[in-house]
């Protein structure tokens, strides 16, 4: 985000979709779902958890796998997709630290076993300005912190990506980021209905460069907050350090919510480019969520908590 020339920051918008989330449910309940006729989509309103406008077409899977943000991999957007595809996603592990009930490394099947999986397609913005909308699989981030027990006194949850130089080239270059990549999310943002943990898209397993096995997505926040290829879960009292806030924390800040009405120092952010349209839409308070998570923020200046 750091390096980008203005010719990479599109303008457009992120269109968004979907009045229904297909509920599924992972290893073994599905089947169990369908042969009871409870597979079928369950139908949202538009204004409900998928905030999906009239307008708002699902970007083609061939640019949401090709067209990605994944340091690790390389700066370019092309990079993830043509470096990524040597990452070893199994087995997965992911270690929970803090104040949580229990310290452990868990396997990720173990992490996710019996949670239910939603098909669920949101708008997906980006700090640099271009949006997509995606059909993202995944379960309730707030059904995996339930299972980890966290304490009373947890505030925070702080998110790790990989570490292996090895496996992640981008990580053997220095960058205007310090790695392992770091996210965090405040508990309430964490347990909001919105709040995926995803592991595929477009109805099939997570595609390296999108963050297998295992990402965030959080659809009201500019995507650098979707961290990507998650190992680590700290359950913290205090504001976790995050990679791009470290890196310029005038630029990119903790809470990162979508708002056109606060520019980004080098760029407007009151317009996006819906990567795969012409013209450029207007960007929408929270990413077109309002409804569903303002309230997470009353009482707080939008301004100043960008
Ligand atoms: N996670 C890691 N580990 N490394 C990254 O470079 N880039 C972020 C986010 N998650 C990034 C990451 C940014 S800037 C964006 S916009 C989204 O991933 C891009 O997700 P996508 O490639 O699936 O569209």
Not at 52 to 69: C, F, L, P
Not at 160 to 173: I, K, V
Request: glycine share 8%; hydrophobic share 35%.
């Amino acid at each position: 985000m750091l390096i980008r020339r203005p010719a990479d920051i599109p303008s457009s918008e992120i269109t968004s979709e979907s009045d229904y989330i297909n509920r599924r449910s992972f290893m073994g309940a599905a089947g169990a779902l369908a042969l009871a006729g409870l597979a079928a989509p369950s139908v949202l309103s538009a204004a409900g958890a998928t905030g999906r406008a009239q307008d708002d077409k699902v970007t083609s899977e061939e640019d949401a796998t090709s067209y990605n943000n994944f340091y690790e991999f390389g700066l370019g957007k092309d990079d993830p997709k043509r470096y990524a595809g040597s990452l070893k996603t199994v087995p997965w592990t992911v270690a929970v630290d803090g104040l949580v009930k229990a310290p452990k490394r868990w396997d990720l099947n173990q992490l996710l076993a019996g949670l239910t999986v939603e098909d669920r397609t949101y708008r997906h913005r980006c700090v640099e300005a271009w949006s997509m909308v995606i059909p993202w699989r995944g379960v309730r981030l707030r059904d995996v912190l339930a299972r980890l027990e966290p304490m009373p006194s947890a505030k925070f949850v702080e998110f790790t990506t990989l570490l292996d130089p090895r496996q992640m080239p981008g990580q053997r270059s220095s960058s205007s980021l310090t790695w392992p990549y770091r996210e965090g999310l405040r508990l309430d943002e964490a347990m909001h209905p919105l709040t995926l943990l995803a592991t595929g898209m477009y109805g099939k397993p997570m595609p390296n460069q999108n963050g297998a096995p295992l990402r965030l997505v959080v659809p009201w926040k500019y995507g650098f907050k979707g961290i990507k290829s998650i190992v680590s879960i700290k359950f913290t009292d205090k504001m976790p350090s995050t990679s791009w806030n470290d890196s310029i924390p005038s630029e990119y800040g903790f809470y990162a919510n979508v708002n056109p009405t606060v520019d980004h120092p080098r760029w407007t952010q009151a317009k996006e480019r819906r990567i795969g349209e012409f013209l450029r839409r207007n960007t929408l308070m929270f990413n077109g969520y309002a409804s569903e998570v303002a309230s997470l923020y009353t009482g707080m200046d939008l301004r100043k908590f960008y």
